[in-house]
């Protein structure tokens, strides 16, 4: 089951907490949008119903071209645009997560059902039909929402502005999940989203050891303490387990 927790300003992080993650080149993948999505020619911006007589008739959506299994990843989708309408929406989901509704169905997409995650400009975060208040809501031009997904952890964080704003999916993983991709979508005519920073990691077989320890301990320095585990391993642990 998927869980719910985190919420606005729980820590600032400034992206240099990214600097052990390398460049990725995915980008919007034109063969899996909205036929109300156009992409730019290097398939980095996505302009969403821009029929000038029929605008918006719905919801429009776009997946990015890489699915991810195992690692860490960090990418930014930056309004180029203020939001408007019932729901701009960044967010990752399966290869089954809708991308289009028409017939003037005006919903918050991702999240929709059981194969997407997402947080919408209005500041609610949405799976499998639910939603909660996450954040605040932000309609300002050139905001920068970041995605980082943790497949080790199976953790969904969002950030605003370089503002992390705690974690807001849990269970995004395991052996029987499917590969999860990056998605955006729109109600709103004219809406203009442009992919930014995009990074990725791997953990080591050291880390991934840590990872798993910690993830089955919950994080807390007093259970690590109670490990039969030599000083300096239980050390090592504790000083990751401040930064989770």
């Given at each position: 089951m998927v869980k719910h927790s985190g919420g606005e300003g729980n820590s600032v992080e400034s992206l240099h907490a990214f600097k052990e993650y390398h460049s990725d080149d995915w980008c919007w993948d034109p063969c899996n949008k909205s036929s109300d999505v156009v992409l730019s020619t290097n398939h980095l911006a996505a302009y969403f119903h821009?029929?000038?007589?029929?605008?918006?008739?719905?919801?429009a959506g776009v997946?990015?071209?890489?699915?991810?299994?195992?690692?860490?990843?960090?990418?930014?989708?930056?309004?180029?645009e203020p939001p408007l309408g019932t729901a701009v929406m960044v967010g990752v989901g399966t290869c089954e997560a809708l991308?289009?509704?028409?017939?003037?169905?005006?919903?918050?997409?991702?999240?929709?059902?059981?194969h997407s995650w997402g947080i919408s400009h209005k500041g609610t975060i949405w799976h499998d039909g639910k939603y909660r208040n996450y954040c605040e809501a932000f309609f300002d031009q050139?905001?920068?929402?970041?995605?980082?997904?943790?497949?080790?952890?199976?953790?969904?964080?969002f950030y605003k502005n370089g503002v992390n704003l705690g974690v807001a999916f849990t269970g995004l993983s395991g052996e029987d999940m499917d590969d999860i991709y990056p998605l955006a979508c729109s109600t709103s005519a004219l809406t203009e989203l442009e992919l930014g920073i995009r990074t990725s990691r791997k953990l080591s077989l050291q880390e991934k050891c840590y990872s798993a320890i910690l993830n089955r301990i919950g994080n807390s320095k007093r259970k690590v303490d109670q490990l039969p585990l030599p000083?300096?391993?239980?050390?090592?642990?504790?000083?990751?387990?401040?930064?989770?």
């Amino acid at each position: 089951m998927v869980k719910h927790s985190g919420g606005e300003g729980n820590s600032v992080e400034s992206l240099h907490a990214f600097k052990e993650y390398h460049s990725d080149d995915w980008c919007w993948d034109p063969c899996n949008k909205s036929s109300d999505v156009v992409l730019s020619t290097n398939h980095l911006a996505a302009y969403f119903h821009t029929d000038p007589v029929y605008e918006s008739i719905g919801t429009a959506g776009v997946r990015g071209t890489k699915g991810f299994r195992e690692g860490e990843y960090y990418w930014e989708v930056i309004f180029t645009e203020p939001p408007l309408g019932t729901a701009v929406m960044v967010g990752v989901g399966t290869c089954e997560a809708l991308l289009h509704t028409g017939n003037y169905q005006y919903v918050n997409l991702i999240g929709i059902d059981s194969h997407s995650w997402g947080i919408s400009h209005k500041g609610t975060i949405w799976h499998d039909g639910k939603y909660r208040n996450y954040c605040e809501a932000f309609f300002d031009q050139e905001t920068r929402i970041g995605v980082q997904l943790n497949l080790y952890s199976g953790t969904l964080t969002f950030y605003k502005n370089g503002v992390n704003l705690g974690v807001a999916f849990t269970g995004l993983s395991g052996e029987d999940m499917d590969d999860i991709y990056p998605l955006a979508c729109s109600t709103s005519a004219l809406t203009e989203l442009e992919l930014g920073i995009r990074t990725s990691r791997k953990l080591s077989l050291q880390e991934k050891c840590y990872s798993a320890i910690l993830n089955r301990i919950g994080n807390s320095k007093r259970k690590v303490d109670q490990l039969p585990l030599p000083p300096l391993l239980k050390d090592i642990l504790k000083g990751i387990a401040v930064y989770k």
